[in-house]
């Protein structure tokens, strides 16, 4: 049973209209949420860290939100250039660091 | 400039030869992770090291050996043992809450 699920799998999008992707968790005990952006071949870049319900953080175009069963990541107003993967990982209370993460919401924005 | 390396970025390899990633890291971080990441799946910890000379193993640890003789390096060797090694594999760095990934090597075995 996964831990993380993140959905949808792939969204795709025109410019300007702006969606969100989820990513639910069944962990215990949370002791922080990770949204990361990944590029086709490329590392996954960190995006934000949420710790608790109702935490929000925002970067440019984007939006993460926390609550005590899932997150959201926001985007408002997409461009081709937020094309990527998104993967959403949670850490455990009590674990070494360790993140568990999710499958990735593939995003396609089409000028 | 800070970061994480790895290298090489692709690798091939025939099938029965052990292999070995490197990763690099002058972020000054205590902690240092190795992940796999293949179609389709989430990433999946191989091995973890929260300090020298000290290192877990993690979710898919069989056929992989590792070693954390210095704080700035964590190499990964994938042995001939490892059933489906063929895959995309990232390091990760840590001195609190947030991994930072390196740009990754992608090995292929035939």
């Known amino acids: 049973e996964d831990q993380v699920t993140q959905s949808p799998e792939a969204l795709r999008l025109q410019e300007g209209e702006s969606s969100s992707l989820n990513c639910s968790y069944t962990?215990?005990?949370?002791?922080?949420l990770f949204w990361y952006r990944q590029d086709p071949g490329k590392g996954p870049e960190f995006l934000f860290t949420l710790y608790s319900a109702g935490e929000e953080k925002e970067k440019e175009r984007l939006k993460a939100t926390l609550t005590k069963k899932e997150s959201f990541l926001h985007i408002t107003a997409p461009k081709p250039e937020d094309s990527a993967t998104y993967l959403c990982?949670?850490?455990?209370?009590?674990?070494?660091?360790?993140?568990?993460f999710g499958k990735g919401t593939k995003l396609s924005v089409k000028p | 400039d800070g970061g994480i390396t790895q290298s090489p970025k692709y690798l091939f390899r025939k099938e029965g030869q052990n292999v070995t990633l490197s990763c690099e890291q002058n972020?000054?971080?205590?902690?240092m992770y190795w992940y796999r990441q293949d179609p389709g799946q989430g990433l999946r910890l191989i091995y973890y090291?929260?300090?020298?000379?000290?290192?877990q193993k993690g979710d898919i640890a069989e056929g992989y050996s590792v070693s954390r003789e210095k704080k700035e390096s964590f190499p990964l060797t994938v042995t001939s043992a490892q059933k489906n090694p063929t895959a995309f594999y990232l390091c990760a760095s840590s001195n609190s809450y947030e991994q930072y990934f390196g740009p990754g090597t992608r090995l292929t075995v035939t």
């Open positions: 972020l000054n971080h205590d902690a």
């Open positions: 962990v215990s005990g949370l002791r922080g």
């Open positions: 990982a949670v850490q455990e209370r009590g674990s070494q660091g360790n993140l568990i």
């Open positions: 090291s929260q300090i020298v000379n000290d290192f």
